[in-house]
């Protein structure tokens, strides 16, 4: 069994993908203040940066250009492929 620490990035990413399915604009504050803290493992920005991008609304992308300052390689590309899908086709 893996230790809670472990345990717990794995449930709050599990947490965030069904945020975002739920495309809930509310949540988007949270998910800034996920990037904003720093003290995630890197799959929770991953998923954070492609809730974000199906949460979409101008909130949300103002979120994702900020986090454009991560430095994971594959949080950066759900960024931009969020980022890309937001400016290709907006949600009001």
């Given at each position: 069994a893996l230790p809670i620490c472990g345990r717990r990035w794995r449930l709050k990413a599990a947490l965030i993908v069904a945020l975002g399915r739920l495309r809930d604009r509310e949540t988007v504050t949270l998910l800034r203040r996920?990037?904003?803290d720093g003290h995630d493992f890197h799959?929770?920005?991953s998923v954070a940066a492609q809730a974000l991008g199906r949460i979409g609304g101008s909130e949300a992308?103002?979120?994702l250009h900020l986090a454009?300052?991560?430095q994971e390689h594959n949080t950066v590309l759900r960024?931009?492929?969020a980022i890309e899908r937001l400016e290709r086709n907006p949600v009001p």
């Amino acid at each position: 069994a893996l230790p809670i620490c472990g345990r717990r990035w794995r449930l709050k990413a599990a947490l965030i993908v069904a945020l975002g399915r739920l495309r809930d604009r509310e949540t988007v504050t949270l998910l800034r203040r996920i990037f904003a803290d720093g003290h995630d493992f890197h799959a929770v920005y991953s998923v954070a940066a492609q809730a974000l991008g199906r949460i979409g609304g101008s909130e949300a992308l103002a979120v994702l250009h900020l986090a454009q300052a991560e430095q994971e390689h594959n949080t950066v590309l759900r960024v931009r492929a969020a980022i890309e899908r937001l400016e290709r086709n907006p949600v009001p």
